[in-house]
């Protein structure tokens, strides 16, 4: 392989590990760590809508616990007249927003998904917020759940919402922790390696590092507290992870249990530790 120079600080990057046949890369000097192997899904890798939709639904309680979590942290620091989703998904964190009366606009790429928060009267465009038309310097808030690390061009996003933010206005994200116990434990069967749709994988400095870039201050990178995971949810993704693609007796056993696991959705798990949770300052 030739030598390939970071995408972020344009300095050496090596070899890192090899999953699910994907070559993933690590910069030598802000470590970041990426993959070059890129499967387009209408310009964004992004799961199958009707799918996505099923689940995310299925765990709505679950969700709408966690998401009120991340409405106390923005408290903190301000009360926003507007805020921005991006990958709002099937609207879950807006519906949380909208009835504690806040005005809040969401974006994504999934047509199965926005159709789902449009019928719940959200306010959700379709397509990448890239190429979208909005005011700039209108925003107080805008927010990126496990997003950032589908994002072929994040650094292009990032400056997008730079333009879209107010003066001191936040930016708040959530990815994938690469510097986990987990991640670090399971290394290239960690979870994050194995989704095919996860193109950057992020630990604190990288993720830092990248919002500094783009000109944001006062950047708040953290372990984020675990939410709260259903038993169906947990092993959806073990079968989507690592039984999908192959041929066994555990796979099948698992495709004829499928249809029985929403009874055991009152069986919960807590997250141990595997997401960032990223705080920054216009």
């Given at each position: ?6 995408y ?5 990057t ?43 639904l ?19 620091r ?5 805020l921005?989703?991006?990958g ?16 809040a ?18 306010k ?37 919402i ?14 994938p ?27 604190k ?64 798990f ?6 960032l ?6």
């Amino acid at each position: 392989m030739n030598e390939q120079l970071c995408y972020l600080c344009k300095q050496p990057t090596r070899f890192f590990l090899k999953a699910k046949n994907r070559i993933i890369l690590r910069c030598s000097s802000c470590k970041l760590t990426y993959t070059l192997d890129i499967t387009p899904f209408g310009g964004r890798v992004r799961e199958d809508g009707e799918k996505f939709v099923t689940e995310y639904l299925r765990e709505y309680s679950l969700f709408k616990e966690y998401f009120d979590t991340i409405i106390k942290i923005i408290l903190k620091r301000k009360k926003p007249k507007l805020l921005l989703d991006v990958g709002c998904g099937v609207g879950i964190f807006m519906q949380n927003l909208k009835e504690i009366g806040w005005n809040a606009i969401g974006v994504d790429m999934s047509d199965a998904s926005v159709e789902h928060a449009k019928s719940r009267g959200l306010k959700v465009k379709l397509g990448k917020i890239e190429d979208m038309k909005l005011k700039s310097n209108s925003f107080d808030v805008i927010t990126l759940f496990q997003t950032i690390e589908h994002i072929e061009d994040p650094i292009k996003t990032l400056k997008k919402i730079y333009s879209l933010l107010r003066k001191d206005g936040l930016l708040v994200i959530t990815t994938p922790n690469e510097e986990s116990l987990m991640a670090k434990i399971l290394g290239k069967y960690w979870f994050g390696y194995r989704n095919i749709e996860h193109l950057y994988f992020f630990n604190k400095r990288s993720l830092a590092k990248m919002q500094a870039e783009v000109g944001f201050r006062r950047i708040d990178v953290n372990s984020e507290n675990g939410r709260t995971l259903s038993l169906p949810w947990v092993l959806t993704r073990l079968f989507d992870y690592y039984y999908n693609d192959q041929n066994s007796s555990l796979r099948l056993a698992l495709v004829k249990s499928q249809p029985y696991w929403k009874y055991f959705s009152w069986i919960t798990f807590r997250e141990p530790g595997v997401n960032l949770l990223s705080v920054a300052v216009k």
